[in-house]
């Protein structure tokens, strides 16, 4: 496939925008990782439509061509020598929230989900509280049911508009039509998230803001803030947790190369100055095989590695910070 052919081919018909070989470090929380392909940034779902008409013309299929979405970034590691085919995260016209009765709301996918918990604060509404403790997108929320504070996305979503890049047709489904599980859905690769509706109750407002600031302060107290990183590394096991597990192995501060385990949180890894994805992806194999081999738990990632990885080498012995 040319990809950059299609590149040239789009330049100029979108609204919003793209390029071939384009950095995607500074699009991820952990701001590591190589250059996209093909990287579409689009207005609308006209730029999706565009943008696989023009794959389809370039005798590109769609539905063969690797497609990474993005959302905020805050749960992925791309990989040193970056991302093949297209790279899609939508841009800053497709973050908007609405009103959709007396308690429903409407939002665009890029609109980020601590927004989307504030506009529900404004209009008296809850249910989306634990949203402000997630940094991510309404539309990485949706892929991923992203959840926190024992609720998630699902709990919430009554619909959502799907764009499918390999049938170029576009298609609002129920969210029991979506297949979800515990952070993940049946989404495919090639179906984008464009809007998505929640269905919420009326509350006290001094309830919902004290929900939202407690929050904000476990947040603050239980995990690392600024650092780089990319949220929580494992899914927690049925009835225990991944954080704990971790720690019950002496787990926290180990390293390799420049990535680590938080002393703070056991589930989340951090990335020095100088650290490569590739220091990333070996931590998490490390310490996935230290918590099989001590606790005889196969703990399964919820961040997600994009690109090629080299198999670890380094998975069982990593270092002491």
């Known amino acids: 496939m040319n990809l950059d052919q299609v590149a040239t081919r789009l330049r100029g018909r979108l609204a919003g925008r793209s390029a071939a070989h384009f950095p995607l470090a500074r699009l991820t929380t952990y701001r590591l990782g190589g250059d996209a392909e093909l990287y579409v940034e689009p207005a609308t779902v006209s730029d999706l439509q565009v943008l696989g008409e023009v794959l389809r013309d370039s005798g590109v299929d769609a539905s063969g061509v690797p497609v990474t979405v993005l959302g905020r970034g805050s749960n992925l590691v791309v990989s040193d020598d970056g991302v093949e085919g297209v790279v899609i995260r939508l841009g800053p016209r497709l973050a908007w929230t609405r009103e959709t009765g007396s308690r ?25 509280e634990f949203l402000v403790a997630i940094p991510g997108s309404v539309g990485g929320g949706v892929r991923m049911n992203a959840g926190a504070h024992g609720a998630d996305v699902a709990s919430i979503l009554t619909a959502a508009l ?19 599980g515990y952070r993940c859905s049946e989404l495919s690769a090639s179906e984008v998230v464009v809007e998505a509706s929640f269905d919420l109750k009326v509350a006290a407002d001094s309830s919902i803001r004290e929900r939202m600031e407690a929050y904000r302060r476990h947040r603050a107290k239980t ?6 990183n990319a949220g929580s590394v494992f899914k927690n096991p049925p009835g225990d947790s991944a954080g704990r597990l971790v720690e ?4 926290q501060g180990f390293r390799v190369g420049g990535a680590s385990v938080s002393e703070l949180h056991a589930n989340f890894f951090m990335a020095a100055e100088g650290a490569s994805s590739q220091d990333v992806y070996d931590l998490v194999h490390a310490v996935a095989e230290r918590v099989r081999a001590g606790a005889g738990v196969e703990l ?16 069982s012995a990593p270092e002491h910070a």
């Open 104 to 128: 429903g709301a409407r939002a665009g996918a890029a609109t980020p989900l601590p927004q989307l918990a504030n506009h529900a604060l404004r209009r008296g509404l809850s249910g989306a």
């Open 300 to 315: 399964e990632t919820e961040i997600r590695f994009v690109g090629r990885f080299r198999p670890s080498t380094r998975a």
């Open 248 to 251: 019950a192995c002496g787990l």
């Open 223 to 228: 995990q690392p803030g600024a650092a780089q």
């Open 162 to 180: 799907i764009f499918d890049l390999s049938t170029l047709s576009v298609k609002e489904r129920l969210a029991g039509q979506l297949g979800f």
